[in-house]
């Protein structure tokens, strides 16, 4: 279950589970490395990229859901309840170089993000 406020929302779709097969996705312009970190959102590539030099990770790849859903609809659980509807519950998936799932989480409340120590654990 997840939470706005500590209020259950509605999820559609399921967050990917450990030990399954990712879906193939594609890139425009972009080649990535065996251990690329790919940051996805709703908002644009300029602000996720603002976010992400705030944050010390250059080397993250900025993805944006802006304009195609698919990749946030194969890989996330969409928000379907307003005010949020339409983008995606905080979450952080982890693949190996085989594209399996090797750490999964769904954050529990909107308002709270994923643990990332836990995610990166999972890459050691």
């Known amino acids: 279950m997840v939470t706005l406020a500590g ?5 559609e779709g399921t967050l990917l589970k450990v030990d399954g097969k ?3 996705f594609s890139l425009v312009n972009k080649d990535l490395e065996d251990d690329a970190m790919l940051a996805d959102s709703v908002d644009l590539p300029f602000a ?14 900025v993805l944006s ?37 090797i750490h999964a989480e769904l954050a529990p409340e909107i308002k709270n993000e994923p643990n990332y120590d836990a995610a990166l654990a999972a890459l050691n």
């Open 22 to 24: 990712a879906p193939a």
């Open 48 to 61: 996720m990229g603002h976010f992400c030099q705030a944050e010390g990770l250059d080397k993250a790849v």
């Open 65 to 101: 859901t802006m304009r195609g859903t698919g990749l946030m609809r194969n890989y996330d659980a969409v928000i379907a309840d307003r005010p949020l509807a339409g983008i995606t519950a905080r979450a952080v998936i982890v693949l190996d170089k085989n594209d399996s799932v």
């Open 7 to 11: 209020k259950p929302i509605k999820i």
